[in-house]
């Protein structure tokens, strides 16, 4: 499973409407990669997403784009001015909805449960880069050395389910979804790097408008992507009600 990147812009501060676009790709593909998800687990098709490089690729695609939108939107929020209450609100709301979707997960898939995925990564990292972000353009150099770290250290300590989070295992954990902090926090770091150069030296490629010519495509992707979170937690349950509906319904007499 996957989970969609947090917007984190200040309560009336102005909304990057194409970082939210940008989000809101993101998330039409995951629930596009989710219903697929569901569709073989209710035995409509047969596919490997656990091995196939098809959808093993998709997915590590999909959860780059989404940690690297939260590190440019951390670069946003810092920038804007974004208070410790909102961020510790926000904050919270992220933890709360990881502790849910680890609940959930248990009872669909006992075996092999959420104990750390893209949501509780996502809440670790919001503190970590909160507590880089006054490195500057040492933000390129620690997303570096996070995303080496996993190829250069690994440990046998780490691969139970109370250390697995930090990402140094030796093996995958049996899991439907795992983000650890390693080495995906180099992703948001690098993201928000990039979102500080942006906004100091192409201040455009955030805060610019959408092209005319994707202003009326692009505007139900804005509308997505500024309610991320909620449409991540609302989307599973739909989507496997509607197969589990239809699996119900076509289901020999």
Known sequence: MIAPPIASA???AARFERL???RGVA???M?????????NHFGFIQQDFHGDPLWTAQRSAIVTLFVFCAGVGQAVAVAQGQTMRRFWRRWGQIAACAVVVSLGSALMFPQSYISFGVLHGMAVMWLLLRLAAPAGRGLWLLGLAALLMP??????FFDTRATNWVGLVTHKPITEDYVPVLPWLGVALWGMA?????????PAWLSGAVPAALQQPSRPLAVLGRWSLSFYMLHQPVLIGV???????LKPS
């Open 243 to 249: 197969v589990m509906t239809a699996a119900w319904l």
């Open 27 to 29: 998330i039409v593909w």
């Open 194 to 202: 990039a979102g500080r150069w942006m906004l100091r030296h192409r």
């Open 10 to 12: 200040p309560g009336g």
């Open 31 to 39: 629930a596009a990669f989710h219903f697929c998800f569901d569709l």
């Open 151 to 156: 190829l250069l250290i690994e440990h046998p």
């Open 20 to 22: 939210d676009v940008l």
